[in-house]
């Protein structure tokens, strides 16, 4: 439930959404749930370019997983209930991972609804965003010991934030990709639960226009730590790393209170950080 801040331009979205074609399948995903090991087919790791699947899945109700699941680089897109392309919050998502689910080898299309929720700790494994939904992802476990964990993939075409982070734990982003983007990380701001959030960016790469990397609530612990981030694009620098809020759970609008490198909350030094 954190504050949405549009910006200019977001109606650049909607040539995106031809993504959302493509080959589909005739019957459309229920809302079944994945058990431990349900599904392993392709390896693996961050690709090296933007994929292109061939085949596309139809999702009208949400798919639930635990234990492992393995989408073998298809493309699923919401349909039904789940076809809205607006920003409004409350959307349910595509995937909803149970503590401890693995999701990889899956692309998201246009829709996507509200992306992928993290009910408690959970690794997103080569996941990709073609056109990001109200966000990519929502990390929603409460426990201070949850780790959310982002291996390879990328997002783009995100109007407002690409990953919500309500919960308590740690976020591990690492070899990701994104552009076209308001944030890429947001600790929610306004929840009515509050939580101390950290965050960790390790090689990950950023292309213009965006706004911000991470924004943190510093008044309740929060911390962002930067390492080998590439921005491209940026030759003004308009893209802050790190921002910091004044949080509340009373659902008001944060105050920001500063940006930049304080080496309590935002945690990297200017060498953390490449332009090109």
């Known amino acids: 439930m954190n504050q949405r801040t549009p910006r200019r331009g977001e109606h650049r979205r909607r040539p995106a959404r031809r993504r959302a074609t493509g080959v589909l399948i005739a019957a459309a ?3 079944a749930t994945v058990a431990t090991g349900a599904v392993s087919t ?3 790791g961050a690709a090296t370019a ?10 009208s109700s ?7 699941y393995d989408g073998g680089m298809k493309r699923f897109h919401g ?15 595509i995937f909803k991972l149970k503590d401890g689910a693995v999701l990889k080898n899956v692309v998201l299309g246009s829709p996507a609804a509200d992306g992928v929720h993290c009910a408690g700790s959970c690794t997103l494994q080569n996941v990709w965003w073609e056109d990001v939904g109200e966000d990519a992802a929502s990390f929603k ?13 990328g997002a783009r075409e995100a ?9 308590a734990g740690t976020l591990r982003i690492s070899d990701f990709r994104v552009s076209d983007f308001g944030k890429l990380v947001r ?43 590439t921005i491209v694009g940026d030759p003004k620098k308009k893209i802050k790393p790190c921002e910091r809020y004044e949080g509340n759970s009373s659902g008001r609008e944060p105050s920001r209170i500063g940006s930049g490198p304080d080496g309590e909350h935002c945690r990297y030094s200017a060498s953390d950080i490449t332009y090109e």
């Open 141 to 153: 476990g409460t426990s201070s010991s949850a780790k959310y964990t982002v291996i390879g993939g």
């Open 187 to 229: 600790s929610c701001g306004n929840c009515r639960k509050q939580y101390t959030r950290h965050v960790v960016l390790d090689g990950v790469t950023v292309t213009a226009p965006g706004t911000s990397l991470v924004g943190i609530n510093s008044n309740y612990g929060d911390t962002a730590t930067l390492r080998n981030v």
């Open 62 to 68: 949400t798919i639930e997983v635990s234990g492992s």
């Open 79 to 93: 349909s039904g209930e789940l076809g809205g392309d607006g920003q409004d919050e409350g959307q349910d998502p």
């Open 42 to 44: 392709s390896s693996a």
């Open 29 to 31: 995903v229920t809302g």
């Open 50 to 59: 933007w994929p292109d699947p061939k085949e596309s899945r139809p999702v």
């Open 159 to 167: 109007d407002d934030k690409v990953f919500q982070f309500n919960g």
